[in-house]
């Protein structure tokens, strides 16, 4: 593969109906295998709280992790568009969002990701007026954990899937330049995806998202307990080679085999 992945290349692909992968990278080393596979975007996730700094949920990150982490996977990268985390309380205010996404900008991601609904439209707006395109994060937000009582699936009511729909499109209205859906029923992630023109990427959002995600130790089975519904262990069935787990990820996203039935939410 010889192109670079770009945010219009998310948006041809999703004009042509076609899906694309993303996977969390976390230093340059995985970061070169993930680019070299294919896979269209790399997100510096602030999983990385709980996959490589053993915390017990994602708020402890900061902005300096993040920065670290992300300059680390832009060494490594050559094809994919990196999308970085901006962490929890960095981007409380819009002016707080500005600050903090243009350090990540600067350590090398092309676009930020921000956990929220409506209050964050203002942050996304100013983003984008300043150059700094933003995805936001809806559905199961990891950073609201206590808020939520737990990693549950949400929009589960006709209410919440209306509500879920309402932020997403004004997201996009604001500006935003991609959507991730977690956890939430598949009709959800199908309607939000074809009513959104902007590529919306799922993780346990059901096979009819524009991308599908997931944390890059949770697919090669390295993650401690029991693993979440919605993924697949893709070492075990490539018989131990990091390399062919990551191009058989990719290959299942790009041809629609992969999330099936039994990952989604109903
Ligand atoms: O931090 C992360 O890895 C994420 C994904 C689960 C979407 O936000």
């Known amino acids: ?10 948006l041809q692909l999703k004009a042509q109906n076609e899906k694309f992968s993303c996977l969390t990278a976390y230093d340059a080393c995985f970061s070169h295998f993930i680019s070299e596979a294919g896979v269209e975007v790399m997100l510096v996730g602030d999983s990385l709280g709980m996959v ?6 994602t708020l402890p990150v900061s902005i300096d992790d993040m920065v670290y ?22 981007y409380a205010t819009p002016e707080q969002a500005l600050q903090n996404s243009a350090k990540l900008m600067q350590a090398g991601a092309e676009l ?12 996304v707006k100013r983003l984008s007026d300043c150059g700094i395109p933003s995805c936001v994060h809806l559905g199961l937000t990891p950073q609201s954990v206590h808020k939520f009582g737990g990693y549950k699936v949400q929009g589960r009511t ?22 991730v859906l977690e956890c939430v029923p598949n009709a959800v992630g199908k309607a939000v995806t074809e009513k959104a023109d902007i590529p919306v990427i799922g993780i346990g959002a059901g096979p009819d998202t524009d ?21 697949k262990n893709f070492l075990s069935e490539n018989g131990g080679s990091i390399q062919a787990a990551i191009s058989a990820y990719h290959h299942a996203v790009k041809n629609s085999y992969f999330p099936g039935k039994e990952h989604g939410f109903s």
Do not use: C, Y
């Open 52 to 57: 490589l700094q053993g915390r017990d949920s």
């Open 112 to 123: 930020v990701k921000l956990e929220g609904g409506e209050w964050l439209n203002e942050s």
């Open 158 to 179: 006709p209410e919440a899937a209306e509500q879920l729909l309402r932020e997403a499109l004004a997201a996009q209205d604001a500006g935003a330049a991609m959507l």
């Open 69 to 90: 982490h992300t300059q680390s996977v832009a060494r490594g990268n050559q094809h994919s568009l990196i999308m970085a985390d901006m962490p929890f309380m960095t």
């Open 1 to 10: 593969m010889s192109n670079k992945a770009t945010l219009n290349t998310l």
């Open 211 to 231: 991308g599908q995600v997931l944390v890059l130790h949770d697919m090669l089975g390295l993650s401690p307990g029991k693993p979440a519904k919605f993924v």
